[in-house]
């Protein structure tokens, strides 16, 4: 079964300082996507970042990179230079392509941003 | 830039009532999908939809849930009778289909609407 586990409910952070959001993922497929969604209080989910899981190399999309450790089966989401409109929910989700195109979310990290 | 629009943004209805839920998915994208996300919880899939008939289904889709794509542009999720457990939010996603662009076969990015809050008193 697949599952995808955000272990921090609620994070801080100072403005301009960089921030990890943790997700680990379970699977036993060996094709699969990673993917940041991010939802601020007005309630749209708004994706920022792709993993895949051939991928040699970290994604990294402007302040947002994807800290991609297969072998721990984790695919951290590191913000840096935080922003206070970067406070919002953080989803993990994870797609198994032997399984379909259903997205298979997290529970969510809040984050706030302090001036 | 293109995006997913739902109406409305809000609904109320009565416990038993029938709704129905609208998306305009991004036009050149041939996959779209209902997901919900009950207030405090993770985002549940519902159904993807593709060609014109239901691709997968989960659990939480039943007989009172159904889809369809009307014209070329809309996408609607009806519920025919609604029960108190099916407040949430609604959103409709679409995506590209496989194989455009890079990052493998798991890169089918899909973007969300903004939802629909549906409220069943």
């Known amino acids: 079964a697949q599952k995808i586990t955000q272990t921090q409910p609620g994070m801080f952070v100072q403005e301009k300082e960089a921030v990890t959001l943790d997700c680990t993922y379970d699977?036993?497929?060996?094709?699969?996507?990673l993917f940041w969604y991010k939802q601020p209080s007005s309630g749209e989910m708004i994706f920022l970042i792709y993993?895949?899981?051939?991928?040699?190399q970290n994604a990294t999309e402007g302040r947002y990179s994807l800290n991609f450790q297969k072998a721990r089966k984790s695919a951290n989401l590191v913000i840096s230079a935080s922003q206070l409109g970067d406070s919002a929910m953080y989803f993990c989700?994870?797609?198994?392509?032997?399984?379909?195109?259903?997205?298979?979310f997290g529970k969510g990290t809040s984050l706030l941003v302090t001036p | 830039e293109p995006e997913v629009t739902q109406t409305p943004s809000h609904q109320v209805t009565q416990m038993g009532q029938e709704v129905i839920l609208r998306c305009v998915p991004i036009s050149n994208h041939l996959y779209f999908y209902w997901y919900r996300q009950i207030l405090g919880q993770k985002v549940e899939f519902l159904v993807s939809?593709?060609?014109?008939?239901?691709?997968?289904k989960s659990e939480i889709f039943d007989d009172q849930f159904s889809v369809e794509r009307p014209d070329g542009s809309n996408f609607t999720l009806k519920i025919r009778s609604t029960k108190l457990e099916d407040s949430a939010m609604y959103f409709c996603a679409s995506s590209t289909p496989l194989g455009q662009g890079t990052g493998g076969a798991a890169k089918n990015i899909q973007y969300f609407g903004a939802g629909t809050r549906l409220s069943v008193l």
């Open positions: 939809f593709y060609n014109n008939e239901i691709s997968e």
């Open positions: 699977t036993s497929d060996p094709s699969y996507g």
């Open positions: 993993q895949g899981s051939y991928d040699q």
């Open positions: 989700a994870m797609r198994v392509v032997n399984s379909g195109y259903a997205l298979n």
